[in-house]
């Protein structure tokens, strides 16, 4: 299986009115980095696969513009709660060989993609650290699983047009 994990675009920041921080969406800024970041996967031919989305209003509008963005079939998109911050790792990859898939986008938040980038490549704490809208793609021959990945590539917004 192999895996690209996103990190939700930039969104709003938490007003002191209380706003409650799952209904955060995304700015302007954050609908651009969506559209170069699809332009940019697509240039480096990576598939989607299948996309599992956290349930916040970040990153489904991630999910949305990125595809909105993406030429050719829309893939199949899965909402999983397992995505959300603070969400159970075990969970989550019980969620994800469900989807009995070769190819999965993972689009969640911070700190969690990055402990999950560092679980799959076998050390939780080392904390892969993903800019707003950066992309992960991870390789995986046997499927999720502490230690089960190689890390091929990371890339942030900044290297979105260098590509």
Excluded at 22 to 37: F, N, P, S, V, W
Excluded at 101 to 106: A, F, I
Excluded at 113 to 139: L, N, P, Q, T
Aim: proline residues 7%; hydrophobic residues 40%; aromatic residues 6%.
């Amino acid at each position: 299986m192999n895996l690209l994990l996103v990190r939700h675009a930039h969104a709003e920041p938490l007003a002191p009115e209380g706003m409650i921080d799952a209904d955060r969406a995304l700015t302007d800024r954050g609908r651009e980095q969506c559209r170069r970041l699809a332009r940019t996967l697509h240039r480096l031919q990576v598939p989607l696969g299948t996309v599992v989305v956290s349930p916040l209003v970040r990153a489904k509008q991630t999910c949305e513009e990125l595809l909105a963005h993406w030429p050719g079939d829309r893939p199949e998109v899965q909402e999983c709660r397992h995505l959300a911050p603070e969400g159970k790792v075990r969970k989550l990859v019980n969620f994800l060989r469900g989807l009995n898939q070769e190819q999965l986008t993972l689009i969640g938040h911070m700190p969690d993609m990055a402990r999950f980038a560092g679980w799959m490549v076998g050390d939780k704490r080392s904390r892969i650290h993903f800019a707003k809208a950066g992309a992960a793609y991870i390789e995986s021959p046997v499927g999720p699983g502490r230690g089960h990945g190689m890390l091929m590539w990371l890339v942030t917004p900044t290297w979105f047009d260098a590509i």
